[in-house]
Every structure is written in C-alpha cells, then in structure tokens.
C-alpha cells in the first residue's frame, strides 16, 4: 500500500460535488427543524423539545452532541500522526461516560428543570449562583464552539481547495449563520431532530470507511497497524506505544496525565450534554439514554482505532501533514484514498454535518442558561414569562453566533480534539466539583458553590492564556504551534498545554474551604434535594411553567 501523494488542495475530490452533497443535507435538515418547529409553543418546549423524547431517541442525540468534529477529524489525525498517544482521546472521552452514568444523568433529571443553574441553585442563594453557573456555563460553551469552527476552517480548505485565510473565514461565518437558523427555529427539538439525523450517518459512514479499510488489509488489524508503521514518515514502531506525543520529557508526560484527568472528568460538567437529561420525560428514560449513548459512543470509537491507523497507512503522516487543514483533514483524505471523489464528498458532508449539528446544541445551551438564568431568575426574579425568556434566548443565540465565528476564524488550523480537552479542563473544574457537591454534600452552602465555580473557571482560563497553547509553542518551518503562530510573540509561563492537573483539584478545594468558612446551611432544603434527586419526587412539579 503506497501512500497518497497530494500537491494541492484542489486536487483532492471535487469541489462542486462536495459543496452539492453538502447543501442537500443543509436543505434535508433544515426541513426537518422546519417541521419540528411546528409544536415549538412553550419554554419546555424550546429549552427541553417538550420532554418528548424517548430514552433511545435522547440516547442517539447525545451520541450526535458528543461525538464531535474533534471525535471524527480531530481523533483520527491524531491517531494517525501519534498512534497510540492519538487514541488515549478516544479511551478518555468514552471512560467519562461512566461518570455521567454513575453519578450525574439520573439524580440531575430529577432535580432539575431546564438548565445546570436549576440543580446548583435548588438549595443555595439563586441570584449569585445562577450568575456564576450561567458564567461558567456560556465559556465552556464557547471553547467547545471554537473547536467546531476551527474544524469547519480546515474541512473547507482542504475540500473547496481553499487556502486563503479569508476565504476559510468566509465559510466559517457561513457555518454559524446556519447553526444560528437551526436554533432560532427549531429550539431543542429541531436540533435534536438534526443530532439524531447526523449521528445515525456519522456512525454508518464510519462504519463503512472501517470495513473498506479493513478489507484492503485481509481483515486483519495486525496487517493495517503493519502498513501504518511502513508507512513514509510514520515514525516506524513508535506510533505503536506510548511517547511519540507525550513522553518525550517529564513536562510531556504530566501534559498526558493533565489531559487524561480533564477528559475523564470534563463531560460530567459539560453544560450542553447535562441539558440533554432533561428532554426526556423521566429519570429512568435519563439513565437508558446514557446507556444507548456509552454503546453507540464506544462503537464509533473503536472505528476511530482503525480510521486513524489506516489514514497513517493508506495516506501517509507525512501528506496528512501537508495538506491543509493539516492533522483535520485525515479522515476526508482517506476517504478520497479508499472511494475517490464521492466517498470523499459524502464523508465531507458528514462532517460538515457533524459541525453544524453539535454548535446548534452548544448554542441553545449558552442561550438558554442566559435567557432562563441570567434574565428570567436574576433579572426578572422568575416573573418575566416564558415567552419572553424565549425571545431573549433567541437574541442571545444571534450574539454567541457572533462570537463563535470570530473565536473560530483565530482558532482555524489548531487541532480540533486538543481544543475539546480544554473544553473540557474548564467544565471539570468549574462546574463537576460544585455539581457532585451539591448532589451528594449536605454542609456545601452558596459561599462553597461560587468559590468552586468562580475558582475553578479562572484558574482554568488563565492558566490556558499563559501555556504554550497560546504562545511559545513548537516553532516549525518557522510557525508556531500555538494559536498565536508568530514565535517572536511568546508570553506563556505555564509548562502544561492543559490545566486540568491544576484546576481541577484546585476547584474541588476551593469549594470544600468556601463551604467549611461559612456557617449557611439549609438542611430542610437538602432533605428535600436528596429525596427528589434519588426518586423523582416532586420532579414533576418543577417542571410545569
């Protein structure tokens, strides 16, 4: 098996096909929010699609908001150029389902209502917690939304033969015009319509790039690694184990212990994957959608192990490197390697696909948590109507579609799943300490809540703005590996590309020394938190608008 050579974007695949496929979907999908729009009339409505989803129909959608461009392009490449290293991104985004399973899905659904504020805020002081939640929940959001965008930059370079920064920033803010249409409407249940849609063509497009690659190599894994590890430029047996990414020095190595403990740890606090328990009409419909996600995630993840080896076989690290969009652009390539233009054209669509669908679900979350935190419980005291929360979620939904493509044109060329981790420090250290405290801590009070919160975001931001992600990375051919890629520009003072080793327990002790300073304790409130959260008691009642 030779690798394939590529000279120029433009050789690869047809653009007008690829563009063609893509705009089919755009118009299938957007029909379907269309129709679900339809029975959009209440708050549950737009922030939870009226609770109306089954349990397996939730559990498809959350497999479409989780498995990510950082899950099908960012993987790949990564397992395609470091091997082994690549695939950990895989194992630690498929182990934190455990704790979600185990710890959060079922007592969240009970407690809560629309947003994560509602279970933070259920026995706490509700304005400076929902503040602080609503703070947390909006940068989480907008980390994960640069990673989308950034993927969305580097598809269209390589498949639109694209290389100009202004015209992938061009298409960038073409992609977040449309999420924004999603939202604005079809709400939740229009976006979550397009996330099982798009979910289901993921996994069977990954599923038939897997077998072809297979088939190329006699079914045989042993024979597609073989071809990885001949293949020009690959590193040779290297890529095989562990250190090609990180072990290199003993910074390198915390970096992987640092990332493991922010993947593991990150999408029990994910704000946009806690919102989706709460469209289904129970706790146990919460649990079972949990379950169908770990399954059909876990699957897709495995053919991720095979997507990666064989784009480093069939195509080669060296020409992956290469191409633009660079470590993104993995997955398309080998698509064109194994069905030529229109394989590559579907793949591109999927992952066009891909994008669209998990931004509409990251920005109906930050929308909602404004609208229904900030506005409707803060500023309007719970007394300002559904309707216009909604109205005010839709206009907040415009202003972080905004912000997203600007984040997304700095963020173009960064590696998309690298991007996620940090998404992920962050939701791990502001928000899981002050969520698992709140459910299972009877002395955890409001001072606690807003040191964890408020502890755990900045510590997280700041350190993120002071590594190597940002400035003083790896200089090659002149060009820095950081997002600011000039190397004369170099402000960074933190060893570690991922702060979750620091953050994280920093959230965690900083919640533990806020509750013990402070004498607030509501133990009727917690009595009644504990019972709803374990049985569901009373669950529905806060759920009626």
């Known amino acids: 098996m030779t690798a394939l050579a590529i000279p120029a974007a433009t050789n690869v695949g047809s653009p007008g096909l690829n563009i063609t496929i893509f705009v089919i979907f755009v118009a299938i999908t957007l029909a379907i929010v269309i129709r679900a729009s339809r029975n959009n009339k209440t708050a549950a409505d737009y922030y939870a699609g009226g609770r109306a989803f089954t349990g397996r129909q939730n559990g498809i959608a959350i497999a479409g908001d989780y498995l990510s461009a950082a899950s099908f392009l960012g993987i790949a490449g990564a397992i395609a150029i470091n091997g082994y290293d690549g695939f950990l991104y895989s194992i630690g985004f498929l182990v934190a389902w455990l704790v979600a399973l185990l710890l959060v899905a079922e007592l969240l659904r009970n407690t809560g209502r629309f947003t994560m504020a509602d279970v933070l805020s259920f026995r706490l002081r509700q304005r400076p917690v929902r503040i602080a939640a609503a703070i947390s929940t909006i940068v989480v959001s907008f980390f994960y939304l640069l990673a989308q965008m950034a993927g969305a930059g580097g598809l269209v370079a390589l498949l639109l033969g694209i290389d100009a920064k202004a015209g992938q920033s061009l298409v960038i803010a073409l992609v977040g015009v449309i999420m924004v249409g999603y939202v604005l409407i079809g709400g939740m249940k229009g976006t979550t319509w397009v996330q099982i849609v798009k979910a289901s063509l993921l996994i069977v497009g990954a599923f038939v790039m897997t077998v072809w690659v297979l088939s190329k190599y006699g079914f045989n894994l042993s024979s597609v690694l073989g071809g990885a590890v001949t293949a020009p430029g690959s590193g040779g047996e290297k890529i095989l184990g562990p250190g090609v990414q990180y072990g290199a020095s003993t910074t390198s190595k915390i970096d992987f212990i640092s990332l493991g403990l922010a993947l593991v740890l990150g ?56 191409a633009p969009g660079g470590a993104n652009s993995a997955a398309p390539l080998l698509a064109y390697e194994l069905g030529g233009t229109v394989l590559l054209g579907i793949i591109a669509a999927v992952a066009f696909a891909t994008i669209l669908a998990v931004v509409a679900g990251l920005t109906i979350t930050a929308s909602a948590s404004f609208a229904h935190d900030v506005y409707g419980q803060v500023i309007k005291r719970g007394e300002g109507g559904a309707d216009a929360e909604v109205r005010v979620a839709r206009i907040a939904a415009v202003v972080i579609g905004i912000i997203a493509i600007i984040g997304g044109i700095f963020a173009n060329g960064q590696n998309i799943a690298f991007l996620v981790a940090l998404a992920f420090a962050i939701a791990a250290s502001a928000n899981l300490p002050t969520i698992l405290y709140s459910l299972f801590w009877k002395r955890f009070n409001t001072r606690g809540a807003l040191w964890s919160i408020y502890g755990g975001l900045i510590s997280a931001v700041v350190l993120i703005t ?22 004369s520009i170099d402000f960074h003072w933190f060893p570690l590309a991922n702060p979750g080793l620091i953050s994280i327990p920093l959230g965690f002790l900083l919640g533990y020394i806020g509750t013990i300073t402070s004498k607030e304790f509501n133990a009727a409130k917690y009595a009644e938190m504990e019972v709803r959260s374990l049985t569901g008691a009373g669950a529905e009642k806060a759920v009626v608008h």
């Open 267 to 322: 999408t029990a606090g994910l704000p946009h994957v806690l919102m989706r328990f709460y469209t289904v009409p129970t706790s146990k419909e919460a649990r079972k959608s949990v379950e169908w996600a770990i399954w059909l995630i876990g699957i897709f993840y495995l053919f991720t192990l095979v997507l990666g080896y064989g784009a480093g076989a069939l195509v080669g690290s060296k020409a992956i490197k290469a």
């Open 466 to 487: 002071f590594s190597p992600t940002v400035s003083g990375g790896k200089v090659t051919a002149g060009k820095s590996s950081s997002m600011i890629t000039d190397p």
